[in-house]
Protein backbone atom coordinates (compact mmCIF):
# COMPACT_ATOMS: atom_id res chain seq x y z
CA UNK A 1 0.00 0.00 0.00
CA UNK A 2 1.32 3.19 -0.97
CA UNK A 3 -0.27 6.63 0.29
CA UNK A 4 0.23 10.16 -1.53
CA UNK A 5 -1.00 13.18 0.40
CA UNK A 6 -0.67 16.14 -2.28
CA UNK A 7 -0.53 19.77 0.10
CA UNK A 8 -1.19 22.10 -2.11
CA UNK A 9 -4.83 20.23 -3.19
CA UNK A 10 -5.25 18.30 -0.30
CA UNK A 11 -5.60 15.36 -1.72
CA UNK A 12 -4.81 11.68 -1.01
CA UNK A 13 -4.04 8.72 -3.25
CA UNK A 14 -4.02 5.47 -1.71
CA UNK A 15 -2.55 2.77 -4.52
CA UNK A 16 -3.30 -0.68 -2.69
CA UNK A 17 -1.38 -2.44 -5.91
CA UNK A 18 1.24 -1.74 -8.66
CA UNK A 19 -2.03 -2.30 -10.93
CA UNK A 20 -3.68 0.21 -13.33
CA UNK A 21 -6.66 1.50 -13.19
CA UNK A 22 -9.46 1.39 -15.71
CA UNK A 23 -12.82 2.43 -14.20
CA UNK A 24 -13.63 4.89 -10.78
CA UNK A 25 -16.76 4.92 -8.82
CA UNK A 26 -17.40 8.12 -6.32
CA UNK A 27 -18.84 5.74 -3.44
CA UNK A 28 -19.47 9.16 -1.65
CA UNK A 29 -18.41 12.50 -2.33
CA UNK A 30 -14.86 13.63 -3.14
CA UNK A 31 -14.20 9.68 -1.90
CA UNK A 32 -13.31 7.30 -5.38
CA UNK A 33 -12.61 3.96 -5.51
CA UNK A 34 -10.48 2.94 -8.70
CA UNK A 35 -10.56 -0.32 -9.94
CA UNK A 36 -8.34 -2.63 -12.47
CA UNK A 37 -9.94 -4.38 -15.73
CA UNK A 38 -10.86 -7.62 -13.56
CA UNK A 39 -13.16 -5.51 -10.85
CA UNK A 40 -10.59 -5.35 -8.20
CA UNK A 41 -9.63 -2.65 -5.62
CA UNK A 42 -6.45 -0.99 -7.13
CA UNK A 43 -6.56 2.41 -5.49
CA UNK A 44 -8.62 5.20 -2.90
CA UNK A 45 -8.49 8.79 -3.60
CA UNK A 46 -10.05 11.56 -1.20
CA UNK A 47 -10.29 15.17 -1.97
CA UNK A 48 -10.33 17.71 -0.20
CA UNK A 49 -9.34 15.69 3.05
CA UNK A 50 -9.63 18.01 5.91
CA UNK A 51 -13.27 18.35 4.46
CA UNK A 52 -14.12 15.21 3.17
CA UNK A 53 -12.27 12.42 5.99
CA UNK A 54 -14.86 12.64 8.52
CA UNK A 55 -16.47 9.94 10.25
CA UNK A 56 -19.70 10.15 9.09
CA UNK A 57 -18.54 10.54 5.31
CA UNK A 58 -15.96 7.74 5.39
CA UNK A 59 -18.89 5.30 7.09
CA UNK A 60 -21.01 6.25 4.21
CA UNK A 61 -18.17 5.55 1.92
CA UNK A 62 -17.58 1.91 3.81
CA UNK A 63 -21.35 1.48 3.81
CA UNK A 64 -21.17 1.79 0.14
CA UNK A 65 -18.35 -0.38 -0.92
CA UNK A 66 -19.00 -2.28 -3.86
CA UNK A 67 -20.19 -6.05 -2.92
CA UNK A 68 -17.55 -7.11 -5.78
CA UNK A 69 -15.05 -6.44 -2.93
CA UNK A 70 -12.70 -8.93 -1.35
CA UNK A 71 -13.61 -9.48 2.26
CA UNK A 72 -9.66 -8.65 2.63
CA UNK A 73 -10.26 -5.27 0.52
CA UNK A 74 -12.50 -4.40 2.63
CA UNK A 75 -11.30 -5.12 6.00
CA UNK A 76 -8.27 -3.08 4.27
CA UNK A 77 -10.18 0.00 2.93
CA UNK A 78 -11.42 0.16 7.04
CA UNK A 79 -7.74 0.14 8.16
CA UNK A 80 -6.55 2.83 5.59
CA UNK A 81 -9.47 5.14 6.70
CA UNK A 82 -8.63 4.40 10.29
CA UNK A 83 -5.18 5.56 9.56
CA UNK A 84 -6.82 8.71 7.67
CA UNK A 85 -8.94 9.65 11.01
CA UNK A 86 -5.94 9.28 13.33
CA UNK A 87 -4.03 12.24 11.12
CA UNK A 88 -1.49 9.77 10.00
CA UNK A 89 -2.07 10.73 5.98
CA UNK A 90 -0.49 14.07 7.47
CA UNK A 91 2.95 12.69 8.37
CA UNK A 92 3.52 11.53 4.58
CA UNK A 93 6.35 13.51 2.47
CA UNK A 94 3.84 15.98 0.49
CA UNK A 95 3.74 15.02 -3.58
CA UNK A 96 5.48 18.54 -5.10
Known amino acids: MKFNYDTETDSLSIR ?3 GSYSES ?18 GIEILD ?23 EEKRLVKLTFDQIMAGKHKQLDPII
Open 16 to 18: LSE
Open 25 to 42: EEVAYDIIFDFDHDGALT
Open 49 to 71: VEHNATPSKLQIALQNLPEELTL
